[in-house]
């Protein structure tokens, strides 16, 4: 499923639009460029701020020749934007000035609910109830980041107990192989990094609150992405260095959601904001350095950037163990060598970590 978002004028595209970019894997076309070359599995959500005789006719046009499934926007006091809406025959029309909270949950009911695995009993019940559960905690998180509403930490925490006893049911494998199923690679790396950081907390015999806090930070070690949309998050194709660039804010992003809740705990604090900090001062976004990257945070990182290896897109294979740990040791003074080091041993000697996900 692919959703457009069109406007006559991009420059004035809500910030409810935004929002749905951040939720859904969507696209802004302003409405004279739409074309009818479009993935068979479009949606089109139109917002008629602005909209001219000549746009709505070639809206108009458009669906007369491939009959896309049409979500309007517009202002609801507004008789001549809800006029056109239904002269084109919407599926619904959204009020442009409600709530983005709001907007998100109708079209949840009008698209799907995005963030729902699709696991198709491919996996065991419990490890297909506590990945969905994870998933479902992922997104309201994500939906929370966006609409400032308070972030739903307890539900977080629980979910990353479950996934911890899961794991120690079940095994890694059974929690990657499950989480793998997912169809957005933005859940996909996510999940996989909490189970890898759980996992590997275990291993080293850390406290219950370590591997809570750890679980916890591997759910939220991305939270700044929900600002940055779906479509170069999960984009099919390579980053152009813009979109690089904007996707390495992330870190920064989460400061700035995180800054003022006092629920979330500094340990996983941390790892939102410093897991892409390395020990030679070369990381961001804050460049620090040595002692300043506390043990959770280092965990994080070696287990963030295997994720980031092993795992398949439509553009690079995936590596295997050996191959990502021949690139991580050899990124000399960056990585805690005790740390990887231990980390290794343990995916070889259990080939722990061995994805099959093909691109989607």
Not at 315 to 322: G, H, L, V
């Amino acid at each position: 499923m692919q959703i457009v978002l069109t406007i006559a004028d991009a420059k004035k595209a809500s910030r409810n639009f935004f929002g749905i970019s951040s939720t859904y894997p969507a696209k802004l076309v302003v409405i004279s460029k739409l074309t009818p070359q479009l993935p068979g599995k479009t949606i089109i959500i139109a917002d008629f701020l602005g909209a001219t005789a000549a746009d709505v006719q070639h809206i108009k046009n458009l669906r007369e020749r491939t009959p896309y499934p049409l979500i309007g926007f517009a202002d609801l006091k507004n008789r001549q934007q809800v006029m056109q809406a239904r002269e084109l025959g919407c599926q619904d029309v959204l009020d442009r000035n409600e709530h983005l909270g709001s907007v998100l949950l109708k079209l949840r009911k009008l698209l799907g609910d995005y963030a729902r695995p699709k696991l198709m009993g491919r996996c065991s019940p419990r490890m297909a109830e506590t990945v969905t559960s994870a998933c479902s905690a992922y997104a309201q998180m994500s939906s929370a980041a966006l609409t400032n509403a308070p972030l739903p930490f307890a539900k977080l925490e629980t979910s990353a107990n479950h996934i911890a006893n899961a794991i120690e049911a079940e095994g890694l494998n059974a929690w990657l192989s499950a989480v793998e199923l997912h169809h957005s690679h933005t859940f996909c790396h996510t999940l996989m990094v909490t189970g890898h950081a759980t996992n590997f907390a275990q291993l080293l015999g850390l406290s219950k609150e370590e591997q809570s806090l750890l679980g916890l930070g591997g759910l939220v070690h991305d939270l700044g992405k929900v600002k940055i949309p779906l479509s170069i998050l999960d984009k099919p194709g390579k980053l152009s260095d813009a979109e690089r660039q904007l996707i390495n804010k992330h870190p920064v992003f989460s400061r700035e959601i995180l800054k003022d809740s006092t629920e979330v705990p500094a340990g996983a604090y941390d790892i939102a904001v410093s897991h892409h900090e390395f020990l030679d001062g070369s990381g961001y976004p804050d460049g620090l350095m040595g002692n300043e990257i506390s043990e959770l945070v280092r965990i994080t990182t070696i287990c963030d950037i295997y994720s980031a290896l092993t795992e398949k897109r439509a553009y690079k294979d995936a590596m295997s163990p050996r191959q990502a740990f021949a690139i991580m040791l050899d990124m000399k003074g960056k990585l805690d060598d005790r740390l990887l080091r231990t980390f290794r041993d343990a995916v070889l000697s259990t080939e722990l970590g061995q994805l099959k996900r093909t691109a989607t």
